[in-house]
T-cell receptor, first 114, second 114 residues
Framework: DAKTTQPTSMDCAEGRAANLPCNHS???????VYWYRQIHSQGPQYIIH???NNETNEMASLIITEDRKSSTLILPHATLRDTAVYYC???????????????FGKGTKLSVKP | DGGITQSPKYLFRKEGQNVTLSCEQN?????MYWYRQDPGQGLRLIYY???????QKGDIAEGYSVSREKKESFPLTVTSAQKNPTAFYLC?????????????FGPGTRLTVL
């Protein structure tokens, strides 16, 4: 699976949009981009994933560049409860590939401030 | 409510004792996983199960054992052979075993061995 690079930390004002970047320049054609987050001392929470097209759900939007070498997770109106570590992961779409081994890097620590 | 439950949230044990961590899901998912997380670190896969009565070792299976007698349940036993058992243990499940089948996590069990 391709490696990802994320900033170590970011701050965001409450009520503003939080834009979290992820670089995955070695991504291959059948690899998906997944985002999870982990609030302190809780289990990771799935946010969103995509392959080529931009995706939106009730939690966030995922913008993937045309060359797929980077993506941005957007939390449209950040709240204090969105303070967490956000992980960007690239996963192969092949059946029986990594057998579900989610390799989280360091992630981005997002601090939402009042 | 559908979801994954882990119990207990905090667990204290004396060195040399075996301890079993519970994981139950009512999502009708075939695949289940156990991860370990140490402070400031990502996840490491201990064991996974793609289907009832089948399970496979992950990256750090030594000192751990599992069973999968029912679809809903995937208990993890931390044995006295595990050299450094103090950690945050996370259970996850997914609808199938493909690496791109989204994993959903439980709240975790924090084990402290005294």
């Amino acid at each position: 699976d391709a490696k990802t690079t994320q900033p170590t930390s970011m701050d965001c004002a409450e009520g503003r949009a939080a834009n979290l970047p992820c670089n995955h320049s070695t991504i291959s054609g059948n690899e998906y981009v997944y985002w999870y987050r982990q609030i302190h001392s809780q289990g990771p929470q799935y946010i969103i994933h995509g392959l080529k097209n931009n995706e939106t759900n009730e939690m966030a939007s995922l913008i993937i560049t045309e060359d797929r070498k980077s993506s941005t997770l957007i939390l449209p109106h950040a709240t204090l409860r969105d303070t967490a570590v956000y992980y960007c992961i690239v996963l192969s779409g092949n059946y029986g590939g990594s057998q579900g081994n989610l390799i989280f890097g360091k992630g981005t620590k997002l601090s939402v401030k009042p | 409510d559908g979801g994954i439950t882990q119990s207990p949230k905090y667990l204290f044990r004396k060195e040399g004792q075996n301890v079993t961590l519970s994981c139950e899901q009512n999502l009708n998912h075939d695949a289940m996983y156990w991860y370990r997380q140490d402070p400031g670190q990502g996840l490491r896969l201990i064991y996974y199960s793609q289907i009832v009565n089948d399970f496979q070792k992950g990256d750090i299976a030594e000192g751990y054992s599992v069973s999968r007698e029912k679809k809903e349940s995937f208990p993890l036993t931390v044995t006295s052979a595990q050299k450094n058992p103090t950690a945050f243990y996370l259970c996850a499940s997914s609808i199938g075993p493909r690496s791109t089948d989204t994993q959903y996590f439980g709240p975790g069990t924090r084990l402290t061995v005294l």
